[in-house]
């Protein structure tokens, strides 16, 4: 399977809008498994090194005390990282090492309890001889529990792993007014490169217009590590906030980018309150990272019927492409709240046919 080629889509409907379910690729561990209470929040590069696909993930431990049928966020203890691996990005089997990256322990550290939301940066797009692992930290136990940062850490291998010294690399604010729409919480990272810049795209959550919900903002860097918030123009994509919209709460969340020639495109998830799904924006070169415009038709991916396993929430998306074929890969909740990995196929000849 070849990676993706960036070629200029056809008329017709944008790459990546018209999905195909396959199901969950990544489920949660057996019994008292560092991973058995949920699985969320993928992330995934072709590996160089090990000539075969890879993927992180959140995973979360299940409390003893829970019962037999209760999955939801009270169950589950701290977050850490998982890795998967796979050939065809449909069949994954987990390293049996996992997890590669866990909570620092020491009180007053920003990851003291959890670390959540992984992104790998591997060394042929950074240029640096390491791959960088970008994750939001969490100073509390639980699900998303206590103060949230973005932090990195650098590894030669997936293995072993270095803290940066400058951790956390992005914070809440709430001094500046520019900088409340990020003044309570840091989320999911995302990175592109376009020229000698960086661009990491996240969500926050503070106040923006008079609301308290998630936004997504952007920073830049070109190192990696020294970043820079560009709160002057953030948040550059919030939830339409319309009632009876798929995102009438405003939020905008887990931004995952992916470029073809002239248009740069952003997907998202938001939510209405009940359900969570995905949706997309889009820009251009010239206007990029700010023009953001949403697809008329979003959500793009919405959750299942009554019973299946994303009846709950289709949402938190990852988008990876290669020659032939786009996969969203996305977190997929079931009505019992079990929280697993799925994903959805868009192939380019079909979703790219003229609309009748």
């Given at each position: 399977m070849k990676l993706a080629s960036n070629k200029s889509p056809q008329a017709g409907r944008p790459p990546g809008t018209r999905l195909e379910k396959v199901g969950v690729v990544l489920q949660r561990g057996n019994g008292d498994a560092w991973d058995a209470g949920m699985v969320e929040s993928p992330a995934v590069w072709y590996d160089y090194r090990y000539s075969c696909y890879g993927m992180v993930y959140t995973g979360y431990g299940r409390?003893?005390?829970?019962?037999?049928?209760?999955?939801?966020?009270?169950?589950?203890?701290?977050?850490?990282?998982?890795?998967?691996?796979?050939?065809?990005?449909?069949?994954?089997?987990?390293?049996?090492?996992?997890?590669?990256?866990?909570?620092?322990?020491?009180?007053?550290?920003?990851?003291?309890?959890?670390?959540?939301?992984?992104?790998?940066?591997?060394?042929?797009?950074?240029?640096?001889?390491?791959?960088?692992?970008?994750?939001?930290?969490?100073?509390?136990?639980?699900?998303?529990?206590?103060?949230?940062?973005?932090?990195?850490?650098?590894?030669?291998?997936?293995?072993?792993?270095?803290?940066?010294?400058?951790?956390?690399?992005?914070?809440?604010?709430?001094?500046?007014?520019?900088?409340?729409?990020?003044?309570?919480?840091?989320?999911?990272?995302?990175?592109?490169?376009?020229?000698?810049?960086?661009?990491?795209?996240?969500?926050?959550?503070?106040?923006?217009?008079?609301?308290?919900?998630?936004?997504?903002?952007?920073?830049?860097?070109?190192?990696?590590?020294?970043?820079?918030?560009?709160?002057?123009?953030?948040?550059?994509?919030?939830?339409?906030?319309?009632?009876?919209?798929?995102?009438?709460?405003?939020?905008?969340?887990?931004?995952?980018?992916?470029?073809?020639?002239?248009?740069?495109?952003?997907?998202?998830?938001?939510?209405?309150r009940e359900r969570s799904q995905d949706g997309m924006m889009m820009t251009s070169l010239d206007a990029f990272p700010l023009g953001w415009e949403p697809y008329p038709e979003n959500p793009i991916l919405v959750n299942g019927l009554p019973g299946t396993f994303d009846a709950q929430h289709a949402g938190k998306p990852f988008v990876f492409r290669t020659e032939n074929q786009h996969f969203h890969f996305y977190t997929a909740v079931d009505e019992q709240g079990r929280r697993e990995i799925a994903v959805a196929l868009g192939n380019y000849t079909h979703e790219l046919m003229p609309d009748n």
């Open positions: 409390r003893p005390s829970a019962t037999a049928n209760d999955f939801g966020y009270s169950t589950v203890t701290i977050p850490r990282v998982g890795l998967a691996f796979s050939d065809d990005l449909i069949h994954w089997e987990k390293f049996g090492d996992s997890p590669i990256f866990s909570p620092c322990g020491v009180q007053g550290q920003p990851d003291s309890h959890g670390v959540a939301g992984p992104l790998i940066v591997p060394s042929y797009v950074s240029g640096i001889d390491q791959y960088h692992l970008f994750y939001f930290g969490t100073t509390d136990s639980g699900y998303e529990a206590g103060r949230k940062t973005l932090n990195v850490a650098t590894s030669p291998d997936l293995i072993q792993w270095s803290r940066y010294d400058g951790n956390p690399i992005i914070e809440p604010d709430a001094h500046a007014p520019a900088s409340r729409w990020r003044s309570e919480a840091i989320w999911h990272p995302n990175i592109v490169r376009d020229g000698d810049l960086f661009y990491l795209f996240f969500n926050a959550s503070g106040v923006h217009d008079g609301q308290h919900e998630e936004y997504i903002g952007y920073a830049t860097s070109t190192n990696l590590l020294e970043w820079e918030v560009h709160d002057g123009e953030c948040p550059v994509v919030i939830g339409s906030r319309e009632p009876g919209a798929w995102d009438s709460s405003g939020r905008a969340g887990d931004p995952s980018l992916f470029r073809i020639e002239d248009t740069w495109y952003m997907v998202f998830y938001s939510w209405d």
